[in-house]
């Protein structure tokens, strides 16, 4: 069997945590940057705030831990974690779908504890196979593995397989699909009204609409009976007035979305 390691790489990262720290937490920073716009963002009051930043605050909740939040702040993030001997996880899944400069590699700090996650559902196209890989030293691979055995098995090996031979692919130009369609989904997002923070990465628009207490989850609803699916902001947070639009192939986005701003304004206007 291939040697993989994937598991809920959250609970992972709070049971490590916990395991190796039993000190005072209250000067603990925990590093994150969000992945989604606007999650990376900061507030009008300069906090930052998302709904991967809610995720660390209610890590931090559970762990009994008074936090402080430091964006994109690798250098901290780091130096803090050698001092308090804690380990970093960073999920880079998007590192190829980011259209800005990537910061600086987390190995390049040579830190034992640090911990990579990747997937082949982006860079690859593969979603769906389940399939993705950590990187990180073997004595954490290892205690990885064991968790990762009792709770999930394995991958399947024609899908460990399949996996081998996408690495040899040149994935380049699924970076250019998935950055025209996001410029795609940009223009017709801002030309239906729109308000969002215009997207740095991925393939997807965290967006809201310029109506007073709009309900997400109703409207997500009522377009899956038109047959488009959104996501509700309301499953990624506090979100409820936000919904997620997947960049898809420009024909059927195009489609989805002429449907969807129909939808839109029979419903509130
Ligand atoms: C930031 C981030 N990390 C990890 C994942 C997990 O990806 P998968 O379960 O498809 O491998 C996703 C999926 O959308 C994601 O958005």
Redesign the pocket.
């Known amino acids: 069997m291939i040697k993989r390691s994937f598991l809920t790489f959250v609970t992972f990262l709070l049971m490590t945590i916990s395991a190796s720290y039993a000190g005072d937490w209250s000067k603990i920073k925990i590093g994150t940057e969000g992945?989604y716009p606007p999650w990376n963002g900061t507030n009008a009051a300069g906090e930052l705030e998302g709904a991967e930043i809610d995720l660390v605050r209610d890590l931090c909740a559970r762990m009994n831990a008074e936090c402080e939040l430091v964006a994109q702040d690798w250098d901290g993030i780091i130096h803090t974690s050698m001092k308090h001997d804690l380990y970093v996880l960073s999920?880079e899944?998007?590192e190829d779908y980011y259209l800005e400069d990537w910061p600086k590699e987390i190995l390049a700090y040579g830190y034992e504890k640090s911990i990579i996650t990747k997937?082949f559902?982006k860079s690859f196209a593969m979603?769906g196979f389940?399939i993705?890989y950590a990187i990180a030293e073997p004595s954490i691979i290892e205690k990885m593995s064991k968790l990762q055995a009792l709770s999930l098995t394995n991958v399947s090996e024609p899908i460990q397989y399949a996996a081998l031979e996408a690495l040899k692919a040149d994935t380049s130009g699924n970076t250019e699909i998935i950055k025209s369609r996001l410029e795609v989904l940009v223009k017709i997002a801002k030309d239906i009204g729109l308000e969002f923070i215009e997207p740095d990465g991925a393939m997807y628009l965290f967006a809201k609409t310029k109506y007073k207490n709009f309900d997400a989850t109703k409207f997500s609803e009522k377009l899956l009976e038109h047959g488009v699916a959104i996501a509700p902001g309301e499953g990624f947070g506090d979100y409820k007035e936000f919904f997620r639009i997947t960049a898809i192939d420009e024909t059927r986005l195009k489609e989805g979305m002429i449907i969807l701003d129909t939808v839109l304004k029979e419903s509130y206007e």
Do not use: W
């Open positions: 992945a999920d899944i998007y997937s559902s979603t389940r993705g």
